[in-house]
């Protein structure tokens, strides 16, 4: 499901975020992407839904190479995508099922299909009795269940998470990589990057280390 072959991602100023990276992701794998600050994980994440291009390598995700995925095909690859992030990205003048249903604007999704789908969903994480609040009413644990919510609706095969536990406590950290895990365990591919060993640690799944912009360990 995701290919990377010998991929290195040079910013500008020969500033090396990643270097020679080789992996393979199977279609229904939960793979933990972690590694010190800085290692260059948001940046493999990027690289995945082509918000960044390699510098060498070669990437295929669904099968596709990305270096030849025309421009004008980007948004075909990330509506099979979904992403969250550590400080949940969610409109703040929008209520929680505004921020949902926002994510299926684009598509072609009847209005009466689009709210079922989005009240399943709310149901599902327990966000139901909360759908007209704003993100400021929400807790960080809530919002990033919106976040979540956001991502589901559109029915993604991939789902990336860069850092969603950064901003959260304990407690809200465990009940998001249940979300993930459950998430996964109903057929999605997740990635999570995180710094945090500890709480990756906790779950025993693959694990991907970065340290100094290489791949260290597969595990
Ligand atoms: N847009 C950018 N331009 C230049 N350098 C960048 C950019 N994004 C990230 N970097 C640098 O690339 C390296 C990897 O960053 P990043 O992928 O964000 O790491 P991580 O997510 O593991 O903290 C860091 O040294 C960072 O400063
Ligand atoms: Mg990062």
């Known amino acids: 499901m995701i290919t990377f072959e010998n ?15 080789t992996f393979f ?7 933990f992407i972690n590694g010190p600050t800085g290692a260059g994980k948001s940046t493999l994440l990027k690289l995945i839904y082509k918000d960044e291009e390699p510098t060498k390598g070669t990437i ?17 690859l990330r509506r099979k995508i979904g992403v969250i992030f550590q400080d949940f990205k969610l409109l703040q003048d929008r209520t929680l099922e505004e921020n949902v ?8 999704t009847s209005p009466r299909d689009l709210r079922k789908k989005m009240m399943g969903i709310l149901t599902y994480l327990r966000l139901s009795h909360k759908k ?26 991939i789902l ?13 950290s465990q009940e998001i990589i249940d979300i993930l895990c459950d998430v996964n365990y109903k057929g999605t591919t997740v990635l ?3 710094h945090d060993l500890k709480l990756a640690k906790k779950v ?16």
């Open 7 to 21: 991929v290195t991602k040079v910013y500008q100023k020969d500033w090396v975020a990643l270097q020679d990276i």
């Open 25 to 31: 992701i199977e279609k229904g794998e939960f793979v």
């Open 60 to 76: 295929k995700v669904f099968d596709e190479n990305l270096r030849f995925l025309k421009k004008k095909h980007i948004p075909r």
């Open 101 to 108: 249903a926002f994510a299926l604007e684009v598509t072609d």
């Open 132 to 157: 007209f609040s704003y993100p400021y009413q929400l807790s960080g644990g809530e919002q990033q269940k919106v976040a979540i919510a956001r991502a589901l609706v559109r029915d993604p095969y």
């Open 160 to 172: 990336l998470a860069d850092e969603p536990t950064g901003n959260l406590d304990v407690k809200s």
């Open 192 to 194: 999570m990057a995180t």
């Open 204 to 219: 025993k799944k693959r694990m991907l280390v970065i340290e100094n912009n290489k791949l260290v360990l597969d595990k």
